[in-house]
């Protein structure tokens, strides 16, 4: 009887960590996978590294607070914000006045071609 390894293996998770895993992995560009062998590999460093108990408590607690801060932010606000900022400081008028320059001297070549 012959076997075949894999290097990959099934197992069985809770549902709320795959769902987790999958928020987490989007922003990141990382499969839901992906997402779950990142944090194990960040689960050996720190037992390797000899984190107390507490540090990792703390670690975890500053983590959640970022995650729960940022499923309460509007991505609306978050943009507008964004905008403003730019508005301000200059940078928005500088963007558009080198995108019109920048499309001014693409306009010559688009009109010869067509």
């Known amino acids: ?5 894999s290097a990959f293996s099934s197992v069985k998770l809770p549902a709320g960590l795959v769902r987790q895993a999958r928020e987490a992995a989007q ?12 944090w194990a590999t960040l689960g050996r460093i720190a037992e390797e ?9 703390e670690a975890i607690a500053r983590y959640d607070a970022v995650a729960r801060q ?14 403003l900022a730019a508005e301000s400081s ?5 963007a558009v006045r080198q ?16």
């Not at 590294?49 to 408590?57: D, I, K, P, S």
């Not at 995108?99 to 693409?106: A, E, P, Q, S, Y």
């Open 99 to 114: 995108t019109v320059l920048d499309n001014r001297g693409k306009a010559p070549a688009a009109r010869r071609a067509a």
């Open 49 to 57: 590294t000899g984190l107390t108990v507490q540090e990792a408590r």
């Open 70 to 83: 940022a499923e309460s932010a509007d991505p609306v606000d978050a943009i507008e914000a964004r905008f």
């Open 1 to 5: 009887m012959s076997t075949t390894s």
């Open 90 to 94: 200059g940078r928005l008028a500088q």
């Open 27 to 38: 922003p990141q560009r990382r499969s839901v996978a992906g997402q779950i062998e990142y």
